[in-house]
């Protein structure tokens, strides 16, 4: 997929420590045929003020997933992406406590709780198209 400037893009960390998580970026030009030059919305350089520009490979881009609706509610299993650290990290839930969910992350083997505001429903792009992942059973 071609995205030009001013595309909203999420970017697909493939770095060690940041594999499985995806940031909210601008698309600032192209680079050739196979990267392009972002900016990121809530990640910044080391004066943390400017907005970090980096160039990435186009397999690193999707388009901003679509908005989803509200969801009040997870199963246990259900693919999920949590907000943490500036970008979206992809885990599953474990166990529900209170208005907390439990997100396990393959890639860290860790396990985190979240207020059911920080999680939406994990999607990925596949052939032009977002694929829900769906739900696996009750917390």
Not at 11 to 36: N, P
Not at 86 to 107: E, L, M
Request: one cysteine or more; aromatic letters at 16%; charged letters at 25%.
């Amino acid at each position: 997929m071609a995205f030009k400037s001013g595309d909203q893009v999420e970017v697909c960390s493939k770095e060690d420590g940041f594999l499985g998580s995806y940031y909210t970026a601008t698309v600032v030009s192209q680079i050739g045929t196979s990267s392009y030059a972002v900016q990121y919305k809530n990640l910044v350089e080391e004066d943390e003020c400017t907005p970090l520009t980096e160039v990435v490979k186009a397999d690193e881009l999707r388009p901003m997933p679509p908005k989803p609706p509200f969801v009040s509610s997870f199963c246990y299993l259900d693919m999920v992406d949590a907000f943490d650290n500036d970008g979206w990290w992809v885990g599953k839930i474990t166990r529900k406590k209170g208005c907390n969910y439990y997100v396990y992350f393959d890639t860290t083997r860790d396990e985190i709780a979240y207020h059911v505001s920080r999680l939406r429903f994990h999607q990925d792009w596949f052939n032009g198209n977002w694929i829900i992942t769906s739900k696996k059973g009750v917390v």
